[in-house]
């Protein structure tokens, strides 16, 4: 079930069952804490009743599909307060040990996060990376491909651009007759391909991610797929017609997809922000950014709140509006605040750019200007951070924030601000903000 729940998107439903058929036994990760045996294959390999290591890692298996269905950084799973969150990761993590196989399939995998959120695993990349690492093993008892299928998949969309993982995804989903993971695979394939300018490669990977997702039901992803296909298509329009044409697809797709869950309507939306900004009209940006604003709820994860808040400081930044344009990357970086420093630096760093280009006016305030921009190269990139890319040309946003700083510093006092910026600790850089 839980597996079909990820399908659909439906993580209320994977969160309340799976809460209460956890509470039909005793909590695995509650003291005094019990070790988790190797245990190949899955639990339901074997009909219950279950009885000794196998129903202890089943009662394992349901408190991992709350952690998973909750969300990385939601800090009250279960009503515990944050510092309670934290002790709880800490026991999750403690009671398995690298190499048991359960790691290697779902639910084990979350594990690895609860590595990452308790400070055990450096960022996304390192997690996506031991996640494959304990997949990739010739001599382990896999499920004929598929665990790692999915670990290469994770990677690939965590980590994008890591090379080679959407490929080998599909050689393995395709062995394994899984044609939700192909599709997906073909869609993050697809994005690999529009990163690199190959657009017809990536057009035929989105729509065979479309027909792969229709015929399996997964209902969650056609919006997404049929956004990133319509977006694709307005950057490779050959003239105003086909131009127009592709954005009223868009459009169309984002109103089509009413009834699903925010982050299935804001892939859209944000392209929409995007390619509003991009051709100067930021009013309609900023109608689709209020939309979105309106459909958030409490339990959206502040990662998404800090990432609007940044898209509203760029419309700022576009618009002239500087004040307003610092205020908003302040209060992005609030929402970021946290575990963002831990799972993703990157998008900690995406903030600086703006925050750069609006320290440039006025001119005393361009110093921190310089040194945010320092800050922002010097921090190791990806192709996006959590496979978001924060603007629709970030090199453009770079250049045009050098060329009010240098405008306003000179030269020299911008080369030298600029380097000491890329000595500042990312938290030392923030405060400048």
């Known amino acids: 079930m839980s597996w079909f729940w990820q399908q659909r998107g439906d993580q209320a439903d994977a969160r309340v069952w799976a809460s209460a058929a956890g509470a039909?036994?005793?909590?695995?990760?509650?003291?005094?804490?019990?070790?988790?045996?190797?245990?190949?294959?899955?639990?339901?390999?074997?009909?219950?009743?279950?009885?000794g290591e196998r129903l202890w890692e089943a009662r394992r298996g349901v408190r991992l599909i709350v952690l998973a269905s909750a969300g990385i950084e939601d800090t009250a799973l279960d009503g515990r307060r944050e510092g309670e969150t934290q002790d709880y990761l800490r026991r999750i993590v403690a009671a398995y040990r690298p190499g048991l196989p359960q790691l290697r399939g779902q639910p084990g995998s979350v594990w690895f996060f609860a590595r990452l959120m308790t400070g055990g695993l450096n960022g996304l990349a390192e997690t996506a990376d031991a996640m494959v690492a304990a997949c990739d093993d010739p001599d382990g008892d896999g499920d004929g491909g598929w665990e790692l299928a999915f670990a290469l998949l994770m990677r690939a969309r965590l980590r994008p651009g890591a090379g080679g993982d959407a490929d080998r995804a599909l050689a393995l989903f395709d062995?394994?007759?899984?044609?939700?993971?192909?599709?997906?695979?073909?869609?993050?394939?697809?994005?690999?391909?529009?990163?690199?300018?190959?657009?017809?490669?990536?057009?035929?990977?989105?729509?065979?991610?479309?027909?792969?997702?229709?015929?399996?039901?997964?209902?969650?992803?056609?919006?997404v797929f049929k956004a990133r296909l319509a977006f694709l298509r307005l950057r490779t329009a050959a003239d105003d017609q086909e131009r127009a044409q592709a954005e009223r697809r868009l459009l169309d797709v984002v109103e089509a997809s009413?009834?699903?869950?925010?982050?299935v309507v804001g892939t859209g939306r944000m392209l929409l922000v995007r390619?509003?900004?991009?051709?100067?009209?930021?009013?309609?940006?900023?109608?689709?950014?209020?939309?979105?604003?309106?459909?958030?709820?409490?339990?959206?994860?502040?990662?998404?709140?800090?990432?609007?808040?940044?898209?509203?400081?760029?419309?700022?930044?576009?618009?002239?509006?500087?004040?307003?344009?610092?205020?908003?990357?302040?209060?992005?970086?609030?929402?970021?605040?946290?575990?963002?420093?831990?799972?993703?630096?990157?998008l900690i760093a995406d903030q600086f750019l703006c925050a750069a280009w609006a320290l440039a006016h006025p001119a005393d305030t361009a110093g921190d200007g310089a040194r945010l921009l320092g800050a922002y190269d010097a921090v190791e990139r990806h192709p996006g951070g959590l496979g978001f890319q924060p603007f629709d040309d970030e090199r453009e946003v770079r250049l045009s924030a050098e060329r009010d700083l240098r405008a306003a510093l000179g030269d020299r006092a911008y080369e030298r601000a600029y380097e000491e910026g890329r000595g500042l600790a990312l938290r030392d850089a923030a405060a400048l903000i």
């Open 258 to 263: 009413d009834g699903h869950t925010v982050e």
């Open 275 to 346: 390619h509003y900004g991009a051709t100067g009209r930021t009013g309609p940006a900023r109608g689709q950014l209020a939309l979105m604003e309106g459909e958030l709820h409490e339990t959206v994860p502040g990662l998404f709140r800090g990432l609007l808040t940044g898209l509203d400081a760029w419309l700022d930044c576009l618009d002239g509006r500087w004040d307003r344009a610092r205020a908003g990357v302040r209060a992005a970086l609030g929402h970021l605040d946290g575990l963002a420093y831990l799972v993703s630096p990157q």
């Open 175 to 223: 062995r394994t007759g899984d044609l939700w993971g192909y599709a997906e695979a073909l869609s993050a394939r697809g994005e690999a391909h529009e990163r690199e300018g190959r657009y017809e490669e990536a057009a035929a990977d989105y729509e065979g991610a479309l027909r792969g997702a229709a015929r399996v039901g997964a209902h969650r992803q056609l919006p």
């Open 24 to 51: 039909l036994g005793p909590d695995p990760f509650a003291a005094p804490l019990r070790p988790a045996g190797p245990l190949p294959g899955r639990c339901t390999d074997t009909p219950p009743p279950w009885s």
